[in-house]
């Protein structure tokens, strides 16, 4: 069954600061004379009713391209952090402007903050969860078991803030831990990590991003591995 194109709403999603874009936010880097968010909104407009926008900073450059502006933060929510937005959001749908059918949270061995409050919300509205960072931000890899690659996003000044609340000892016995148990089933630790992340109840998908060839052929290989029950508890406990 076809739905009207004037019944769907369009939102993009315009993005914050690009860091490697002198600044300039993603969604208004200019791009053959406009901002990039305007290129999207064109292709946009003729297959939808609305469009609008959610952005997280410089509101009004956004109002004056003539569309419905949503910012990050929900009023009835301003008050309470991030996770509990979401957890607030999920449980409450009525108080927002459109259902939701699924949300990002991160999630993996390194961060489970959202079985506290958003994994129970989810389950009692049916709400599915894309887990993002699953690798705990590349940590659970085992890159950093030796110390920081050159190369790695730790090494990088405008990275490093994300990637080293996952560098302390309590990350480090959960690293060895999938580390020892990926060599004991013979997989590499990505593998093991993103297996534990796709099998947890309430779980929809993971979203990564592969930056090599090599990186989305050992992701696509965690998709033929199924861990065993002594493996996963070990890694609930441990990681608990």
């Known amino acids: 069954m076809s ?23 993603k969604g208004l880097q200019p791009f053959k004379g406009a901002p990039m968010v305007m290129h999207t909104i064109l292709r946009l407009e003729p297959q939808v009713g609305i469009v609008k ?3 997280n900073r410089n ?17 009835a929510f301003a008050e309470l952090d991030s996770c509990k ?16 059918t699924s949300i990002q ?13 958003i994994f129970p919300c989810s389950d009692d509205t049916d709400i599915g969860i894309l887990a993002w960072a699953p690798l705990g931000r590349g940590v659970l890899t085992g890159k950093y078991r030796n110390g920081i690659p050159s190369d790695s996003r730790a090494a990088a000044p405008h990275f490093v803030k994300h990637v080293e609340p996952y ?15 990926a060599e004991g089933l013979g997989f590499a630790p990505l593998e093991v990590a993103l297996a534990w992340v796709r099998d947890t109840p309430g779980v929809t998908s993971a979203i990564v991003g592969a930056r090599t060839g090599a990186q989305l052929r050992g992701i696509l290989r ?16 441990v990681s608990c």
Request: glycine fraction near 8%; hydrophobic fraction near 45%.
């Open 3 to 25: 739905i009207p194109h004037d019944l769907i709403s369009g939102l993009v999603l315009s993005g914050g600061q690009g860091r490697r874009m002198g600044g300039t936010d």
């Open 53 to 55: 926008v959610n952005a």
């Open 59 to 75: 509101l009004a450059a956004y109002e004056s391209l003539g569309v419905v502006v949503i910012p990050d933060v929900i009023g």
């Open 85 to 100: 937005v979401t957890a607030r959001a999920v449980c409450h749908p009525e108080k927002l402007h459109i259902p939701i």
């Open 105 to 117: 949270i991160e999630y993996s061995l390194l961060n489970r903050d959202a079985e506290v409050e």
């Open 167 to 181: 560098l302390d000892s309590h990350s480090s016995k959960i690293v060895e831990a999938v580390s020892v148990a």
């Open 222 to 237: 965690s998709e033929e591995i199924s861990l065993p029950g002594v493996v996963r508890q070990a890694l609930d406990e």
